[in-house]
């Protein structure tokens, strides 16, 4: 039985691939950051009905000798480092955390696994917002990086490390550049989350409207179910290597929102506003990915489309807030 050893095992990424690794039968031990909120802290795992299939661990990616114990007591055959101050617009009023998490975290990981497991296999998780202002049309592997926030910038380092611990320690290391991914499970601040939610509570009478930043920009958007099962497919080949995970399709936040909204019979028009306090410092107007060479090496595609993940969306998010209204009630 295989053991994988996963950071960021709470948060969306985490939740589909733990389930994923289960039903391949591996043992899957997950880094968890203690905090007052312990109690919700497994909300993602329980809605996947798996949070009493993890093996937590107390740790963080900051607290170097914890992690290093960690992986040295797991043993891991695969570490999949997920963790990360993941949301773009807080990386402007949070940078030196996030560049510390999100930066030198990953390069904890990586110092983990090089002292206490090097025959493991790594993934990094690293971002399309590497590629903020973008520098061709259609961004792949040999795309340069051009990062318009502190998130970006963070990514971009922890991405610059995994190929070097790659090639200066032999590492079987590798980096998914995921391009946008969603689901049920996606944090509430996120667009796409933010939308849906917004939709189940207008439809419900809860709210009147939603409001949204620059609703112009486009991004390709996929499912986090399909995502993770790249992820485990790049620590399935003999070599390591870099991979962009996309759909190439690109869709503007409009007619995203455009989806939700006709889901539920509703006119987006008739609810949907615009709040320039919500736009971005600097904005990524476009992103669009070339997953050619995954489909090629990986055999890999996008197997949900962004409408029937939206309505998926929706509809779960239809049940939360009447279960909430239920419960007000009661």
């Known amino acids: 039985m295989k ?36 109690e919700i802290v ?60 999100t930066g030198i975290g990953a390069l904890n990981v990586l110092e983990a696994v090089r002292l206490e497991a090097p025959q493991a296999r790594f993934y990094q998780a690293s971002s399309s917002e590497m ?27 922890a991405h610059g490390m995994t190929v070097n611990y790659r090639e200066s320690f032999g590492l079987h290391a590798s980096s998914g550049i995921l391009f946008n991914h969603e689901s049920p499970v996606r944090g509430i601040e996120f667009v796409t989350r933010k939308v ?42 003999d070599t390591p290597d870099d991979y ?24 987006m028009d008739d609810h949907l506003k615009i709040d320039p306090a919500l736009f971005r410092p600097a904005e990524v107007d476009i992103l669009l990915g070339n997953p050619g060479k995954a489909k090629k090496k990986l055999g890999w595609e996008a197997m949900i489309s962004l409408e029937e993940m939206i309505r998926e969306m929706v509809d779960a998010d239809l049940q939360r807030v009447s279960r909430q209204i239920k419960d007000a009630r009661s």
């Open 3 to 38: 053991r994988a050893f996963v950071t960021g095992v709470t948060g969306q990424d985490g939740a589909y691939l733990s389930r994923l690794l289960l039903e391949k039968g591996y043992e899957v031990y997950g880094l968890v950051r203690r905090s007052s909120s312990a």
């Open 42 to 101: 497994d909300t993602k795992l329980r809605w996947l009905k798996i949070q009493n299939d993890i093996r937590f661990i107390d740790g963080n990616l900051l607290d170097t000798s914890a992690l290093n114990r960690a992986v040295r007591d797991v043993k891991p055959d695969e570490v999949y480092n997920l963790a990360a101050q993941s949301f773009v617009k807080s990386s402007w009023s949070q940078p030196l955390l996030t560049s510390q998490v």
């Open 131 to 157: 590629y903020g202002l973008v520098q061709e049309p259609i961004q792949n592997e040999k795309t340069p990086f051009y990062p318009r926030s502190p998130y970006g910038v963070a990514k971009m380092f």
């Open 196 to 237: 849906t939610d917004g939709v189940a509570r207008i439809k419900l009478g809860v709210e009147k409207e939603l409001r949204l930043g620059n609703i112009d920009a486009k991004r390709d958007w996929g499912h986090s179910n399909d995502y993770v099962r790249a992820m485990w497919l790049m620590l399935q080949q």
């Open 244 to 267: 962009v995970v996309a759909t190439g399709r690109t869709t503007t936040v409009r007619d995203m929102c455009r989806i939700a909204f006709d889901h539920v019979g509703l006119k």
